[in-house]
């Protein structure tokens, strides 16, 4: 079975200083890892994904993500965060071949000024 | 480019009463997901289109049924609303139809209220 966890249902950052995200995973298989970002009243949007092999994926707005295979996590990192960053971010998880994308519960990031 | 556009925006029913979620995307994307979200809880599939003619149940199908009446469009009904059903609906595209590690796109929800 897959699942993913989102240990922190809320990350506060003052802005200017670096934010972690944190995301772990099980899933049978290699898989598929993304992070998604979702502001009010809007839909989810794609912001990163893990390629095999990329242990440090690059993605949107300056965001990128550290894939940990033994430790089966898949972090979001920005070395500053801005005010505009404050959002809600989703990592979720696909089997390799499977076409049912498991979301985590999300996590609400808030970056004062 | 429109990407997934879903109607209504916003809709409240009474218990008992159906209705039908409208989804159509124009990025001639092959899969399409119905996904319902619920504080706390994340993203839950409901139902899923791998490609034109096929739809699979997902996590939570109960209560639900799906129509992909071509490749753009896939619906959402709920033949019976019940209050357990009050929740933020979101459908999705995605270009793979083998389960690919493409991304999907999503529109910005129908939120449903039954009362």
């Known amino acids: 079975a897959q699942s993913v966890a989102q240990p922190e249902d809320q990350v506060n950052v003052a802005e200017g200083n670096p934010l972690t995200v944190k995301c772990t995973y099980s899933v049978s298989g290699n898989p598929y890892l993304f992070w998604y970002v979702q502001y009010p009243n809007r839909g989810l949007q794609f912001l990163l994904k893990y390629i095999t092999g990329d242990n440090l994926v690059k993605g949107s707005y300056g965001f990128e993500a550290e894939f940990n295979k033994s430790q089966t996590s898949f972090h979001l990192k920005k070395p500053s965060a801005l005010v505009s960053d404050s959002a809600l971010y989703f990592c979720a998880v696909r089997r390799t071949g499977g076409f049912k994308t498991i979301f985590g519960a999300g996590t609400r990031l808030f970056v004062k000024a | 480019n429109a990407g997934v556009t879903q109607t209504p925006k916003f809709q409240v029913l009474k218990t008992g009463q159906s209705m039908t979620l409208q989804c159509a995307q124009d990025?001639?994307?092959?899969?399409m997901y119905w996904y319902r979200q619920d504080p706390g809880m994340g993203l839950r599939l409901i139902y899923y289109?791998?490609?034109?003619?096929?739809?699979d149940k997902g996590e939570v199908p109960n209560g639900y049924n799906v129509s992909r009446l071509n490749k753009r469009e896939f619906s959402l009904r709920l033949e019976s609303a019940a209050p357990s059903q009050t929740s933020v609906y979101f459908c999705a595209s995605s270009e793979a139809s083998g389960g690919g590690n493409q991304p999907q796109h999503f529109g910005d929800g129908t939120r449903l209220s039954i009362l």
């Open positions: 990025m001639n994307h092959n899969s």
């Open positions: 289109s791998a490609s034109e003619g096929t739809t």
